[in-house]
């Protein structure tokens, strides 16, 4: 492919910047001189050539790929698992070349020649990469010039060197005279923007310099005030200086960014991912970075960002999925949910497992090798209290009470005998002893007694047990009232234990503790890795036979059979599983992530908190949250609550403060409600005005869904006007959803359950609040606000939530009087 020569000297600020702010395509073609001065002309050839070596990139990478696929390899299991892992290594290449098409080059830096050098950044391999150039392209990966000593084309924008992209302001201009924003559709730039950092400079062009404090105010404006797509998009041009300060902070300890609605919590979370990923690449690839979210649709509404920055190894989970095989749906009532992420639930769940270590009710008979073997209470007790003592999980204990009292009935029964022939001294040996322990050992009936007495479990039999026997359960949960125990107590158990309609997210993190309690039962795969072993070792005798044979092996030199045996080589020959660190986390309850991510993380409750803390034992983490949007019972009223048990005081805060999704006219109403939950919390400052003041229609019970389906028809019709295409969600208690689908002919929305949950495509999305969580829409049809305050002690807060989903236009539809909090609206 041949590419575009490409200036090797850029334009100089001088010529590029005559007019101010904004100059587009479409001005080009309203009359602007095409001669060479018009940015986007100067700018179009570099973003051409840099797409061609894109290509270049890319052909020579599938090119790669296609060779290695091609490979017949000599066949041993080594040659098939290096072929598969170059496979794998140039397949994610190729993904993360094709995730940066769109809006591969999105800025441009030039640089004062004189400023001082950048202070050194930490690991990442292309911290150097453009340091000594005056003028630098910014964009979604790097790309260097092979033909020109690999001078940076374009910088990775979570390279250290482009770092002033995003920080640079008038007043602290850390060396950028002139930060440019190219705009692009396709290969085409469109538009470019720029803003002159230096004063004098920008004086004496006439030029615009930054006004508000805000990076990019055109891009950022525009990408705001575009329509919802029902997909989270990257900010990656249009990241803010307090955005970019928290996205690049240390990856160490754990992080609290805090912030009120739409001020980019979760886009924060995502791009601080692929950043710590890119500068962290070796260690964070190896273990892999959990995402976890609140429920499945909010992971599907944020899925798409870390691909499209080139991040596939990344693991978006909600704490209920992180029980392996088991994808937990059942919606429950919020009461029952909270009771289950309660702390007393650890001792609930310890008495349960201790409650399975049974003594007999009376003395047990057997006849072991003819001879009669009773198994009574005292020889059980003793048992049951050695294996109590090692302090491992019960599963792991088992041995030693098998073992226990194996041993009691072995040396009983050897005195019994030893006595029996010699009245006085014991004639039977140590020998004797083992065998008879021998014997009782391998007796099935024995066995079966022990299995009764302390049975291996499984954690879905174990807690499903507890919630289907009633007596298990009131063992467990003695002191508790009848009321919160029939909330947790099931009528039958399941078909297939591992069923996840049968169980609630609630459940799945219990049974994550109860794993840790009682070990796992990795017989069947110590058996498996055991077989897998022998054939291993059979292949490499086999190997080692065949060299063996070679007839014209020097006699000088060592032959293979004199350095190495059969064991040796299966260990070195052994297939290596090349799936990525997030796939292989996915499957494995015990691996432990380099760094975990946590959105919305408000909602955990502790029990959740145990799991995560688990899965994350370095504590390097990033929690994104906002107390104030609390709706899980419970979920968090203080971070220093959540943490003090892990890590005391040791964590950092980071606080957002702008409010890029709500208007200000929107934000005014909510941020009553906000006041009301909390009169010392700060509303977060709107970007901008939509123009369109919320407003409120009354409705009687019986014209309430007809009144709110015309209000979401009308919303979605002014969206489609505006801005061509777009989405409107109608937000109402629970038992109103289903009704108001109805109406508007759509699928309901429901919290919990995968399948049929909301439609993030759909042009009108109805749903409960819980649900709509993290998500945007255009418009918003907020339905029975007073039903959803009083639907849970915290409905102001998902009142609070509900308020702030929309971008552009709020109605608030309710039957009788409007609550006191949105008087504003009266
Ligand atoms: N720097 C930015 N440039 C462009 N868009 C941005 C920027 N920061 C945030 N946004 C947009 O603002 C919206 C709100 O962001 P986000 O969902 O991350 O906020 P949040 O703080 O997580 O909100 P909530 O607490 O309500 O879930 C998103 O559409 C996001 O893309």
Redesign the pocket.
Known sequence: MVVPAHPRRPVPLEKACVTASSTSAADTARGEPPDGTDPVAVEQPYVTMLYGKLDERRAETAALLARVLRDETTGTPQAVSERDAAAQMYSEQLATLSAVEQGLCFGRLDLDPDRPPPPPADGSGEQIEGLDQDVLYVGRLGLLDAEHDYEPLLVDWRAPAARPYYTATAASPDGVRRRRHIRSRSRRVTAVDDEVLDLAEAARLGAATQRTGLTGEAV?LA??SAGRTGR??D?VA???GE?DRVIRSGANGVVVVE??????????ALHRAAYLLYTHRRQLARRGVLVVGPNPTFLRYIEQVLPSLGETSVLLSTVGELYPGLAARRAEPAEAAALKGHPEMTRVLSTAVRDRQELPRRPIELVVDGEKVVVDRDVVAHARTRARRTRRPHNDAKRTFVREVVDQLARREVERVGRDLDGRSNLLDRGDLADVRAGLRADPDLRAVLDELWPTLTPPQLLADLWTTPQRLRAATRGWSDADRALLGREALPADLLDGGWWSPADAVLLDEVAELLGEDDTAAREAEERKREADEAYAAGVLEILAMEEDWDPELLRPTDVVDASVLADRTREATYASAAERAADDRTWTFGHVIVD?AQELSPMAWRVLMRRCPSRSMTL?G?VA?TGARAGASSWSEVLSPYVAARWRREV?TVN??TPAEIMAVAADVLAAIDPTAATPTSVRESGIEPRAVAADEDSLVDAAASCAREARDAVLDAEGAGRVAVLAPGERVPALAAALGVAAGQVTDADPAVDLESAVVVCEVGEA??L?FDAVVLVDPAGVVDASPRGLNDLY?AL?RATRSLVVVHPGDLPPVLRRLD
């Open positions: 950022l990408a705001l989270m998009g900010i249009t990241i803010q955005q912030g009120g609605p739409g001020t980019g919590k979760t886009a924060v919305e994104v906002d949007q957002l890029y999704r969580k993290g945007e939530v702030t």
